[in-house]
């Protein structure tokens, strides 16, 4: 018998030290936070490899969008009751950061409700809060949960639409925030302002190259002239030098004319995300590529192919939680640019067609951040 229990002893002490100890590396989480392309600060842990919210935090942080829900807790039931599509009213503690919790951590087991039904959620309490894994609550409230390695940034998407609506004119106090990248039909922008248009905004505000043209397929090599200090700079130095508030972006009409869908879309995002990884605070707006009127000279650039790259560009800027802007509609006229809108060659703008551009990006304004 001795002999037996000693054998069992053994095998046990032997089971034990094949079996893993179930502990989670628990820490604090050093990734940003994107929310809609707004840049935002929120407590979170990083547990295992995947990213832990707080539900009222993301309540808060999602309040006011297609992806909005409201949190109460029924003492009776001990569970966290969820409304989608209810409005989310602000409580002391949301959104503050404390102190790191990391070493509180503990599985637990917190029952929630989604609109009257029970939700498998991998939570774990820090510090006396539960904290949810935030791509399975993205899943079960129907927000979008991305990650950008480059920027080491948690991107959330809410399911806003990306293009801007009509707003109270912003004025020029909002025009002035703006920086203007792009190719010639950018260019013309600084060009009438200097010559009497003061409704625009000046060259100070305007990136294009010297010689006031850009192809998109080329936006990693193409240098812009950098208005502070009059040097040459690639379009992501002068992003990281200037860390611009609002970036407004008109591309693509000379890319057009060779480039399919995928290269277009493929060089955009591109461009946007090196943009985004040189000044992660920058808003990025996408405007629409302009009509072109029917004397327009040059070849495979007509309104049927800028029509399906303005499509483009914006299921591009939804893809990439970014904003876009459809100035085509502040021009067009039956679907193309009048003639007195075009300044000879049937594609660049007038003045006055410029000034309804800028009336129209006041009147579409980016909400406040």
Not at 204 to 211: A, C, D, E, L, M
Request: net charge negative; aromatic share 10%.
């Amino acid at each position: 018998m001795k002999k037996t229990a000693a054998l069992l002893l053994v095998l046990l002490l032997l089971l034990s030290l094949s079996v893993p100890a179930l502990a989670a590396d628990v820490a604090r989480s050093t990734q940003a936070l994107e929310v809609d392309g707004r840049r935002v600060e929120c407590e979170a842990y990083n547990i295992d490899g995947y990213n832990y919210f707080r539900l009222r935090d993301v309540a808060a942080l999602l309040s006011g969008t297609p992806a909005g829900f409201s949190v109460a807790y029924d003492e009776e039931a001990q569970a966290v009751l969820v409304k989608t599509g209810e409005a989310y009213a602000l409580q002391p503690g949301d959104l503050e950061l404390g102190e790191d919790r990391s070493a509180t951590a503990v599985p637990s087991r917190q029952s929630v409700r989604i609109d009257g039904s029970d939700a498998a959620l991998s939570a774990w309490n820090l510090g006396g809060n539960s904290y949810f894994k935030l791509r399975e609550l993205g899943e079960a409230l129907g927000f979008g949960v991305d990650y950008d390695a480059g920027r080491r940034t948690i991107l959330v998407r809410s399911g806003a639409p990306a293009r801007l609506g009509e707003t109270p004119d912003a004025g020029r106090e909002y025009l002035d925030k703006l920086i203007f990248l792009g190719d010639s039909t950018t260019y013309g922008i600084g060009y009438y302002y200097r010559h009497g248009y003061p409704d625009l905004v000046p060259p100070s505000q305007v990136w294009t190259p010297t010689n006031g043209t850009m192809t998109l397929s080329y936006y990693a090599t193409t240098k812009i002239y950098y208005p502070p200090t009059g040097e040459e700079l690639l379009i992501a130095d002068a992003a990281a030098r200037a860390q611009p508030e609002i970036l407004v972006i008109t591309l693509g009409v000379n890319g057009i004319s060779f480039m399919d869908e995928e290269w277009f879309v493929r060089d955009y995002s591109a461009l946007v995300k090196s943009i985004r990884e040189a000044s992660p605070d920058t808003r990025i707006i996408l405007n629409s590529i302009y009509p072109v009127a029917d004397s327009c000279e040059y070849w495979g650039i007509n309104n049927e192919k800028i029509g399906a790259a303005n499509g483009w560009i914006e299921t591009m800027a939804s893809d990439l939680g970014v904003r876009f802007l459809y100035c085509f509609e502040a021009l067009e006229v039956d679907g193309k640019l009048p003639e007195s809108g075009q300044n000879g060659d049937g594609l660049h703008l007038t003045g006055e067609s410029f000034g309804k551009v800028m009336a129209y990006i006041r009147t579409h304004a980016l909400p406040e951040a």
